[in-house]
């Protein structure tokens, strides 16, 4: 069965400390894996995609297929930063548009 | 370009009526997904629709179904609705062209049922 796990519902952060979001992922094939963000009063938004393997306002995430997790990282969190964050799997391409979210985390960063 | 626009925004419903919630794509986008939210179960896909065509279905009663319209633009309709269909209902548009086809979400539907 296709699964994504965070374990974290809240996460509490000072400004400038490193953020580390946990995502478990549960897959037999190849899934390709995102994060959402949900920003305060605005729209759920793509993040990142693991393909692109690139850094979103400062933000990586590694697919680990030997430990099917897909955390996120930033080594200094801002306040901005704060918000709610969605890691999702989609099946492969011939999934089209389904995702497979998890519970989300709530990243909350203190000045 | 104008983003993802679903109405109406908020709804209040009361148990055994039906409801029709509509979602119009961004300019081009040909595929429109549908998510059902609530804070027990989080985001759930419940189909999406490519060129008027159904490709991908959630685990969802047959209570849930769509459709979508030669210009895109989709409804989702829940008959005999219940308390526990209370959620925020989200629909994501996606263009034909990429790799991974990002979704871009609408502001959803607020459902509630009384």
């Known amino acids: 069965a296709q699964r994504v796990t965070q374990p974290e519902k809240l996460l509490s952060v000072f400004k400038g400390a490193p953020v580390e979001l946990k995502c478990n992922y549960s897959?037999?094939?190849?899934?390709?894996l995102f994060w959402y963000v949900q920003y305060s009063r605005q729209r759920l938004q793509l993040l990142l995609r693991?393909?692109s393997r690139e850094s979103i306002k400062g933000f990586t995430a590694d697919l680990n297929k030997g430990e099917t997790s897909f955390h996120l990282k930033k080594p200094f969190a801002q306040e901005e930063d704060s918000a709610m964050y969605y890691c999702?799997?989609?099946?492969?391409?011939?999934?089209?548009?389904?995702?497979?979210f998890g519970q989300g985390t709530e990243l909350s960063v203190k000045p | 370009k104008a983003g993802v626009t679903q109405t109406p925004r908020y709804l209040i419903k009361t148990r055994g009526q039906q409801v029709t919630l509509s979602c119009s794509p961004i300019?081009?986008?040909?595929?429109v997904s549908w998510y059902q939210q609530t804070p027990g179960q989080g985001l759930q896909f419940l189909f999406e629709?490519?060129?008027?065509?159904?490709?991908n279905k959630g685990n969802f009663p047959g209570r849930f179904s769509g459709r979508q319209f030669s210009n895109s633009r989709s409804e989702m309709n829940v008959s005999t609705l219940e308390l526990g269909d209370s959620a925020l209902y989200l629909c994501?548009?996606?263009?034909?062209?990429?790799?991974?086809?990002?979704?871009?979400f609408g502001p959803g539907t607020r459902l509630t049922v009384l």
């Open positions: 994501a548009s996606s263009g034909m062209g990429g790799s991974y086809n990002e979704q871009f």
């Open positions: 897959y037999s094939g190849s899934p390709e």
């Open positions: 693991h393909i």
């Open positions: 999702a799997l989609r099946g492969g391409s011939n999934q089209g548009g389904k995702l497979i």
């Open positions: 300019s081009g986008h040909r595929s």
């Open positions: 629709y490519f060129s008027e065509t159904q490709r």
